[in-house]
């Protein structure tokens, strides 16, 4: 298919937002309380989607410091850290779930060229990981708006907090017919 061809593909990928240390290690000042259960459904999604079909995405901590990012960071000490460190490496198991190479964005918000440039022209994504309220609602919002299909899978999506997940969900249900939200039993039952 040449650039200027419109996108036909409908089959979904599985876009798993943040699957890192940082955000599920229970010692993490950023760890999710949730995220035992969403990455039980994660893992569930991505056998049947397939690691050709399934994308990892990671928060690398290389934002400009002389933005409000070294605001950010000063706020977080304990995150100001090199990307390398192993705070930023993916959950065990994660890498195994993807044929593709890991997506890494100094950005709350995932959607950019490099997922772009592998999803393609009006994408259906199936969008889960951590955080609900702040890497996943950003990624969404910026997805829909550049034409992505999303679907919201709730339950593999992790929060900071459990009211933090009702807002963030509830703010994302405002934007049909371009962003929808399922649970996981609901996406592998089918359309």
Known sequence: MSAAEPATD????????????????PAS??????WEGAW???????????????????????????TAWGDYFATWPFADVPATDPLYALVDGAAELSAHPTIDEPSFGKWGRQLAGV???????LV???STDCCVITTVLAAADAGAHVTVVADACA???AE????????????????????????????
């Open 10 to 25: 409908r089959e979904p990928w599985l876009l798993v937002v943040d699957a890192q240390r940082i955000f599920a290690d």
């Open 29 to 34: 000042d950023w760890a999710s309380p949730f």
């Open 40 to 66: 039980e459904r994660i893992r569930e999604l991505a056998a049947a989607v397939g690691p050709e079909r399934t994308l990892l995405t990671r928060w690398l901590p290389t934002a400009d410091r002389s």
């Open 119 to 125: 999803v393609g022209h009006a994408p259906q994504l």
């Open 128 to 130: 889960t990981g951590v």
């Open 159 to 161: 929060a900071s907090a």
């Open 164 to 191: 933090n997940a009702t807002a963030a969900l509830h703010t994302m249900s405002l934007f049909p017919p371009q962003v929808d939200l399922r649970s996981t039993a609901e996406v592998l039952a089918g359309p």
